[in-house]
């Protein structure tokens, strides 16, 4: 219903998302298909649990899919954020889905964890499979560099997770917009990558209030929950680009380039990024597993007469 009310271009899903959506009264059509999915195609539990999880993401991906004329980003299990054949093999999966409901890979991001092997299994699925890949979980300037030189579609740099971290271990609590350390963030990643020429699209997100979008005028694309979008709207001002090619390739950033054990480094020198990557997995990883209870739940507490 939102994105019908604010017509966005593209939209994005996470395993949070999808978890909160699939208790909702209103989907549960979906959720039953799912189920009926996974059970058809038989298995072990574990097998059929799994199946019906992708299934569902697929499915919630197809019904965004009707009512935005661009892409919808469906996310790769965050349990396997440090496999990266594994990742491989189940973005695979999800566009072989989505192929089944009728939709090209010209309409899919799949998103990865942007964990050196998450970045190197991009690097894979665009250049040999010609799937579009969205790099999520991105808090360091490593991160981003390394995403720019595996030559990914689109990379999704947190802007308001970096703001919390900042808010909970300094002694600063409120930033004007443009001192925000995650618009910081963001701004020098977009300008990096203008004045290197990367084709990489740079797609700021997760943002805490509208100072912080305002404040990244100009970026590529910017992802807005409606919450967010409710309050922008109600706004009638004239916004200006903070943000520009011209100014990017006039700033004084040089040129890096980083093998595994550069990033590894850089990363780490990062103690924000650090935390922030490992919290974000392990909290989507949690909801994946929420998820597939619930799936487990429907499939099978009926048949061992619970």
Not at 37 to 50: F, R, T, V, W
Not at 184 to 207: E, L, Q
Not at 225 to 238: G, M, N, R, V
Request: glycine share 6%; charged share 30%; proline share 3%.
């Amino acid at each position: 219903s939102a994105i019908d009310e604010y017509k966005p271009l593209d939209a994005t899903t996470n395993p949070s998302l999808i978890l909160t959506a699939a208790q909702m009264p209103v989907y549960q059509k979906l959720v039953d298909d799912a189920v009926a999915y996974g059970k058809k195609l038989g298995g072990s539990e574990e097998e059929q649990i799994k199946n019906a999880s992708d299934k569902l993401f697929v499915l919630f991906g197809a019904e965004i899919l009707k009512r935005i004329p661009g892409r919808v980003s469906t996310e790769v299990d965050a349990r396997l954020s440090f496999d990266k054949e594994g990742m491989i093999q189940r973005a695979r999966r999800l566009i072989d889905l989505y192929k089944e409901a009728g939709i090209g890979k010209d309409r899919i991001l799949i998103k990865l964890s942007s964990t050196w092997e998450g970045i190197q299994a991009g690097k894979v699925l665009e250049a040999e499979y010609g799937i579009h890949c969205n790099m999520t979980l991105l808090f360091s300037f490593a991160q981003a560099v390394a995403c720019a030189e595996a030559g990914v579609t689109l990379i999704s740099p947190f802007v308001g997770r970096i703001l919390d971290w900042y808010v909970a271990n300094g002694d600063k609590k409120t930033y004007e917009p443009s001192e925000d350390p995650g618009v910081k963030s963001v701004t020098k990643i977009y300008n990096y990558y203008k004045k290197f020429g990367y084709k990489t699209i740079v797609m700021g997100a997760s943002f805490r209030n509208t100072g912080e979008i305002k404040a990244l005028t100009g970026c590529d694309y910017l992802t807005i929950s409606p919450k967010l979008l409710a309050e922008l709207s109600k706004e009638h001002i004239k916004l200006t680009p903070t943000l520009s090619v011209k100014e990017a390739q006039a700033c004084d950033l040089e040129k890096i380039h980083l093998d595994e054990k550069a990033f590894r480094w850089h990363h780490n020198e990062d103690q924000m990024a650090v935390e922030k990557l490992s919290d974000g997995i392990r909290k989507f990883a949690a909801d994946a597993v929420k998820l597939e209870r619930m799936l487990k739940e429907r499939m099978f507490s009926a048949e061992n007469g619970k």
